[in-house]
């Protein structure tokens, strides 16, 4: 069966530092996958999908990059986090079809200082 | 009891009684829906999907209702139990909409669903 894995849980950073959050899938080869960033009440927030290995796309200009160095592999940077940059972070994967569900991570909780 | 998922925020259940968790879509071409539950602290965990030549699907302890006519999506929890305390939230996809998959895929805010023991 497919497993995502998401770490760290938990991250507390000052302002200006980078960032790097990683995300593996297991069991699946060649998964659509995505960067989302859910803000407390409020709905998920698309930052980044990719369909294959270099391939990013961006919803939304940021202060973020996302990387694909792998065909399971998906990370999150910033050179020089900002405190609006705060928030949950979770990771999910896909097959290419758009009638199938995105499976989540169990996300990071990111808190710039 | 029901709650409109973006109107009540919130839906307070009797242990043991059914739950039922609406939500109002947006796009008419919308043919794909997905139904997530949040537990604290966690990432969203699907729970069923419904595609739109269907008004019904059922799981384990879990139907949902699609209403296409006035774009209305519902989950229907049996038999609530405390694990089941979490916020739920749909999810819109346009099936042929995007050349990706899910990356159009709309979220709703969710419906806290507390039980009362």
């Known amino acids: 069966s497919q497993t995502i894995h998401q770490w760290p849980a938990t991250l507390v950073q000052p302002v200006g530092s980078p960032l790097s959050l990683e995300c593996t899938v297991e069991?699946?080869?060649?998964?659509?996958l995505y960067w989302y960033r859910q803000a407390a009440g409020r709905g998920l927030q698309l930052l980044f999908y990719?369909?294959?290995?270099?391939?990013i796309s961006s919803e939304v200009p940021q202060n973020l990059s996302a990387s694909r160095p792998q065909d399971r592999q998906f990370i999150l940077s910033s050179k020089k986090l900002l405190l609006s940059d705060s928030g949950f972070y979770l990771c999910?994967?896909?097959?290419?079809?758009?009638?199938?569900?995105?499976?989540f991570g169990n996300g990071t909780r990111l808190t710039v200082t | 009891g029901e709650s409109v998922g973006l109107h009540l925020p919130t839906l307070s259940v009797q242990e043991g009684d059914n739950s039922i968790i609406n939500c109002a879509y947006s796009?008419?071409?919308?043919?794909?829906f997905i139904w997530y539950k949040q537990e604290s602290g966690k990432g969203p965990q699907f729970i069923i999907d419904?595609?739109?030549?269907?008004d019904k699907r059922q799981g384990q302890r879990v139907t949902v209702l699609l209403n296409k006519t006035v774009k209305h999506l519902s989950l229907q929890i049996a038999a609530t139990q405390p694990g089941d305390s979490a916020v739920y939230f749909c999810?819109?996809?346009?099936?042929?909409?995007?050349?990706?998959?899910?990356?159009?895929?709309?979220f709703g805010t969710g419906t806290r669903l507390t039980i009362i023991p």
């Open positions: 069991g699946t080869s060649n998964p659509n």
């Open positions: 999810a819109e996809n346009i099936e042929g909409g995007s050349n990706f998959g899910n990356e159009k895929l709309t």
């Open positions: 999910a994967w896909s097959n290419l079809a758009g009638d199938s569900p995105l499976h």
């Open positions: 796009n008419s071409a919308s043919d794909y």
């Open positions: 990719s369909v294959g290995i270099g391939q």
């Open positions: 419904i595609r739109s030549n269907m």
